[in-house]
């Protein structure tokens, strides 16, 4: 208010003079601006008694710097005083008529001096005619500082809410309802609010509906730190808020429906100016859904980025705490669509963004994903993450698994932590359909600089081929499998196999090398693999897929494997007789039609000739290629031939002797899986 300070001042020092040889002074100004004010149409009217005076103001479109502009303004003061030290007014009345503000009359005192100055406005119309139902306003100063005080009772938040918008201040809600009593004091160090609300309502991103609640802050300055502290109370209502922050191109929006007890926010902290630091406590507390306590420090200026936190959450109910605070902020991610039941609780650091300390307990949770991929029942104990040299334990159990269709027993796992590092201590073998999963290694670490990592190794026993694949929906096989993992690891957002992945099939083995899995539990899984197979029992593989018996030994490769959603989109693949296969060679004649379909060639032919007076066949080597690529596999055999290749030769000791050739080099993988399929079903060839 300088400028109307200095305005008034000049006006004190010319009215005494013109009084002198007048009893009124009439002063018009048709535009008055400083840096703080802006005026039209002034007209300012003074009759002089003595010392006493009567003054009137009015002017036109004024606004001030940080105010709200209005259209006119009217100030009338009946008992006045004015010498050449001081001006005074007592019993004012103060008008304001805004299209945006309506009319708000005032009653007004003031004195201003120079030692000082002083005012009070207590607000006309009581009873609801008004903007508030009672509201006072008083500001004083002096050399040494000033302190201004507010208080309303019944203030029309509507009114409020179009008067800060009249101001140029864009507010993140609509429609604004609700009457608040307030009180506020503020000075030169610092400050003091406290309100209460009722029946608050507003629309928009945010939307609340009959909202009832309290809400106090202070901040205060000391040398060069300032200290603030909020409290905040919601007590009834509803409520869909949008705390403004964007994760993956949306906006999260947490429902908030008040429980029979209040929602209630503690915090207070301190701000130092100078770093640029700042220290924040918080606590929040929404009943039967989330207990929540964080002690947060940013940094400041070159250390922005080294903030650190330490959150603490008590014992609260799974469910609800994902239902409303979790669930919105997974939105579009894999972990949209759990269905979570049981207690959680824990103590969690962060330094720079990355986890440094976690104490996890969990109490007979049970969690289930609503894509079917994975599951797990009767979750207890806890996970302790420790950066210290002092070795920490921990232990969780659960009493049932899954992973997708394949169904996990219960089991016990024991951890010890230090140094950022989780590592295995003991493993109860967990079963696996009718087999076991042993865990030989296993360790997490976020050792500084490290990010998060994995290792484990570990062993798979004798599961049967008819459970596990009845459980992921394939043609029932038979048979064990069984494999070891040398070493499995998690970095970088992928799982990576080091060494190889051995399994035991069909009286052979399949080795997985160079396995690299991203995204495992998203929408898109990806996975890369060289696989070799080595002498594969054909009798065994060929009876489990009704494709008709072969006898003999199979081995080779699918090279540069990749899956995209568990489907394949590329490899290179090579399966034939191995070239020191002394078993018998055999093959039935359904299966020499079946083979001579896949390659589009002669099997099926040559069986329905004179040889189909024989069931079954000698071969010599048996072989077929494809190369994955666009959709397309690019199909060869154990040897090439003029305008096509051999998928079996003729040979083995005993008569009949026959071949199979194929002539379709090329076939859509689609076409070649339904055909498969079908075969496997034993119902029809692929055409």
Known sequence: MPGLRRFALAALAFAPAAASCADSVAISIGRFETAALRARSVQLDLVVDGDQARMTARATRVSWRGGIPVRSLAC?????????????????????????????????DGRLAGDGFQARLVLAGAGGAGPADALSASLAGRAGGWHARVDARGLDLAWL????????????????TGRADLAGALNG????????FERLGFQGANVGEELAGSLSATVGRAHDTVSFSVAAELRAGLAYVEPGFTLRGLRPGFTLEVPARPLSLRSAGHWYPVSGRVDLNLHYVHPGVADVEAQLQTGGGADAATGSATVTVKDTDAARLYGTYLKPMLLGTTWDELDIAGAVGGTAQL?????????????DVHLYDGRDRFHVAGLDGSVVL???????????????????RIALGGGRVAFTSQRGEIVLQDWTAVPVLDGELAI???????????????????????????????????????????????????RNGAFELDGELAISVFDGRVRVRNLALDDLFELVPRLHADIDIERLDLEQLTDTFSFGTITGRLSGYVHELELQAWQPVHFDAELATPADDTTRHRISQRAVDNLGAIGGGSGGAVSRGLLRFFKEYSYDRLGISCRLYNGYCQLGGVEDTEGGFHILTRGGLLPPWIDVKGSG???AWRVLVDGLQTIGRGEVIIQ
Not at 452 to 481: C, K, N
Request: net charge negative; hydrophobic share 40%; glycine share 12%.
């Open 76 to 108: 009338a003061c009946d008992r006045g005083y004015l010498s050449a030290v001081e001006i005074a007014c007592r019993d004012g009345h103060l008008e304001i008529r805004d299209p945006a503000l309506g009319s708000v009359r005032a009653a007004v």
């Open 161 to 176: 809410a179009q008067a800060v918008a009249h101001a140029g201040v864009t507010l993140p809600v609509e429609d604004v």
């Open 189 to 196: 160090d610092g400050g003091e609010l406290t309100a209460r």
């Open 351 to 363: 330094r720079a963004g990355v986890l440094r300390s976690l104490a996890l307990e969990l109490q």
């Open 386 to 404: 420790n950066p210290g040299e002092a070795s920490e334990s921990s232990a969780l159990s659960w009493s049932a698994a899954g992973l997708y």
């Open 440 to 490: 030989d290694r296993f360790s997490i670490d976020v050792g500084e600089g490290k990010g998060f990592q994995l290792q484990l190794a570990g062993r798979l026993r004798e599961v049967s081929m008819q459970e596990l694949t009845t459980a992921l929906g394939w043609h029932v096989m038979q048979g064990r499998v069984s494999g070891a993992i040398d070493g499995l690891h998690y």
């Open 665 to 667: 080099r090329s076939i």
